[in-house]
């Protein structure tokens, strides 16, 4: 069965650090690039950050440069996000998606006139919410 698992979401305050982590089976792991998207309440799902699951290059929105860090262990067939000095915007539901094309993944997290193209990517998970405090 295909299946992304995201795991990791929680409560945390203002300029705190979590790590969400996102499982594979079913597929190629190395062949897909897997990303992480998220959506807040009232606002349209956008990208954060994708890799190759072999690793590599990582892409990052704006938003999130500097401030967040993907991760590949294919060993393990996981990617995780490592996000730090948090801030109350960055609450939302984290999703883990996987697409064949990292190209394709890769401009809809950076080109912000595309990101409605996420509905386009292959392999969604169920989500993980992230509340930051104030």
């Known amino acids: 069965e295909v299946q992304l698992v995201e795991s990791g979401g929680g409560l945390v305050q203002a300029g705190g650090s979590l790590t969400l982590s996102c499982a594979a089976s079913?597929?190629?792991?190395?062949?897909?690039?897997i990303g992480w998207f998220r959506q807040a309440p009232g606002k349209e799902r956008e990208g954060v950050a994708c890799?190759?699951?072999?690793?590599?290059?990582?892409y990052y929105a704006e938003s999130v440069k500097g401030r967040f860090t993907i991760s590949s262990d294919h060993a393990k067939n996981t990617v995780y996000l490592q996000m730090d000095n948090l801030k109350p915007e960055d609450t939302a539901v984290y999703y883990c998606?996987?697409?064949?094309?990292?190209?394709?993944?890769?401009?809809?997290?950076?080109?912000?006139?595309?990101?409605?193209?996420?509905?386009?990517?292959?392999?969604w998970g169920q989500g993980t919410l992230v509340t930051v405090s104030s």
């Open positions: 079913g597929f190629t792991f190395d062949d897909y690039a």
């Open positions: 890799i190759r699951g072999s690793g590599g290059r990582a």
């Open positions: 998606a996987a697409d064949p094309s990292l190209p394709d993944m890769a401009t809809i997290i950076e080109a912000v006139h595309l990101a409605s193209h996420y509905k386009y990517l292959e392999i």
